[in-house]
């Protein structure tokens, strides 16, 4: 019994714990309703505070002259400041002001039917009280109108609606617009928001021709101005804008949100290629002729990337930049649209850098879309003739004065070995060598460094110049094998039938299909004649294969000659296309569109 007693009149350690437990929580949570109450109490302290403070400014507006009725270096001019500080219950408070004159509809509206011939009707005086060291503090908004004592009579000013519009055309409302009128007297600056219905209206502004400088922006979107007619844009699209006495000037703009480019430099092979400069140039014009909103130089990094951010909606061109590489293509096919605030990845795809260079874009009429397999021959000054394919990657050597002994194909002018019978002293020319001062030794051949391209690969063609030699030297006195592999080591040179015994001549270019699907490539060139007093010449070796990574529609022609080139672009199921182009820049683009027959 006495046992029994103890236990019914002492706790258990488990409703000690469960007792500390609902008692921590009735503490916490009243500590946290204590907290709430306080921070809303001093919210409410705050808010308070910002009307008295609101109060004081309107009064200080209402007891001016109606003519002083406004803000220092803004328009109207006036005796109020644009941002002022005020202290209140140890807050400090932050008054920004805008005043702005009316034109009420009561008696028409200035450029409307009937028109207002002095639109000031009366001014609405607008503060924004902010405060940076309250807590739970939103910003807060007052406004006052202010009229004149006498009657209106009519003005010599004007207004100023300025419109902002998005992409699509749609209102944009709370758009920033900067105003600067430094012709005025005196000058002033506005600085102000769009309403609901995307528009900012100044009504009793000064008159002026064009002396209105206009900026429409918004935080994460583009911006749109009027711009300076100057010697970098003599006839800007945009210029400022001007006012005249009891007229109405409209002025729109477009702005958007921005997006961004990720852009990589690769070579045909898909290689990375570090630090390639490219021009990006857009669609849009602040001038005529020919003075673009966005035109800039880009160099990628040493990963063959640029990130390039904050860009507007617009449509996109590619072209070189920079002394080391040439664009000769993109993928996709430019101009590349991006909208707003899309993300576009693409490659713009270069080779090294090479006098005079063309590239041809060949696109669908319609659609504009890439066409593949269009044949685009170009022939020109000094019996220039060569032939490319659309959606082909070329590859290609023109001068062997390097020497012998490179195993890759770094160095353009180099090549791995040779017989000794062949001339490679002579820039831009193999030869056969001469063994006297009138005879040349009647054979010999050259094999080249590897060629990389990056990745498996399909093989088309192997093309070299001139096709045409002397007659002196007998048929076939230029003669081709390839040797293709994926371990860049076991080099078994073969001809068109996929055997040793076989040669490429130029009736038959088309490279065994056996090659296909191969990494690493060498090319071997055998020369002979018939005559020894005349030796068969090769200035260019070329071979075409298909990659992920080159150009779609696109070919490219380097080392051309100053003068005016003809291209003349076939395929089947289209009209074939000539056009003629002169050469001079070290850069040049040529956009071909063929009709369907």
């Known amino acids: 019994m006495v046992g029994r007693a103890a236990k019914s009149n002492g706790f258990t350690l488990v409703e000690t714990i469960v007792s500390l437990g609902v008692f921590a929580i009735i503490i916490v949570a009243s500590y946290q309703a204590i907290i709430l109450t306080t921070r809303v109490a001093n919210a409410a302290r705050a808010q308070i505070a910002a009307a008295a403070v609101a109060n004081e400014q309107m009064e200080v507006a209402r007891n001016l002259l109606y003519g002083e009725v406004g803000v220092n270096g803004s328009w109207p001019p006036g005796r109020l400041q644009a941002t002022k500080t005020v202290v209140r219950d140890n807050r400090t408070f932050t008054v920004n002001t805008t005043v702005r004159s009316i034109d009420d509809p009561f008696d028409g509206t200035i450029g409307g039917s009937p028109n207002d011939t002095a639109p000031g009707d009366y001014k609405l005086v607008d503060l924004r009280i902010s405060c940076s060291n309250c807590k739970n503090y939103t910003t807060q908004r007052f406004n006052t109108w202010v009229g004149p004592i006498s009657l209106e009579s009519s003005s010599t000013n004007g207004a100023l609606f300025i419109r902002a519009f998005d992409a699509s055309g749609i209102p944009l409302p709370g758009a920033d617009v900067h105003v600067v009128n430094s012709s005025a007297s005196p000058p002033f600056t506005i600085d102000d928001v769009t309403n609901n219905d995307g528009i900012l209206q100044l009504v009793d502004v000064p008159p002026g021709v064009k002396t209105y400088q206009i900026t429409v922006s918004k935080s994460g979107y583009s911006t749109d101005r009027t711009y300076t007619a100057d010697g970098g844009n003599p006839n800007p699209t945009k210029p400022h804008a001007t006012v005249s006495t009891a007229t109405l000037t409209q002025a729109s703009f477009s702005i958007d949100v921005v997006g961004s480019m990720d852009v990589a430099s690769v070579d045909t092979a898909c290689s990375a290629v ?13 001038g005529t002729p020919s003075v673009y909103k966005y035109n800039v130089d880009h160099v990628t990094d040493a990963s063959g990337v640029k990130n390039i951010s904050d860009v507007e909606w617009d449509s996109y061109s590619f ?170 080591a076991t080099w078994d040179f073969v001809g068109p039938d996929g055997t040793a015994g076989t040669y490429y001549t130029v009736t038959n270019p088309n490279l065994w299909t056996g090659h296909d699907g191969n990494q690493y490539l060498r090319y071997k060139v055998y020369l002979r004649t018939a005559n020894e007093h005349y030796t068969p010449t090769v200035s260019d070796v070329m071979f075409s294969f298909t990659s992920a990574c080159v150009p779609p529609g696109q070919v490219s022609f380097a080392g051309l000659a100053s003068g005016t080139f003809t291209a003349t672009v076939t395929k089947s199921g289209y009209t074939t296309k000539t056009q003629s182009i002169s050469v001079s820049p070290s850069w040049q683009l040529l956009d071909i569109s063929m009709t369907p027959l």
């Open 319 to 488: 072209s070189s930049s920079g002394a080391t590489y040439d664009v000769i293509g993109t993928i996709p096919l430019a101009p590349i649209g991006l909208n707003p605030g899309a993300n576009q990845q693409l490659k713009v795809v270069v080779a090294p850098k090479n006098s005079r260079r063309l590239v041809v874009a060949v696109r669908d009429n319609t659609t504009k879309q890439p066409l593949t397999d269009a044949s685009v021959r170009l022939t020109g000054p000094s019996s220039y003739d060569q032939t490319q394919v659309t959606d082909r990657g070329y590859l290609m050597q023109t001068d062997w004065v390097g020497g012998s002994g490179q195993a890759d194909f770094t160095n353009a002018t180099k090549y791995w070995s040779q017989d000794t019978f062949i001339k490679t002293s002579t820039a831009g020319q193999l030869q056969l060598v001469k063994y006297s001062s009138q005879h040349y030794y009647t054979s010999g051949n050259l094999t080249s460094s590897t060629f990389d391209l990056g990745a498996p690969t399909d093989f088309n063609q192997i093309l070299w110049y001139p096709q045409n030699q002397p007659s002196q030297v007998g048929a076939d006195s230029v003669r081709m094998q390839i040797a293709t592999n994926n371990d860049n």
């Open 274 to 286: 570090a630090n390639a400069g490219f021009k990006m140039t857009g669609a849009k014009l602040i």
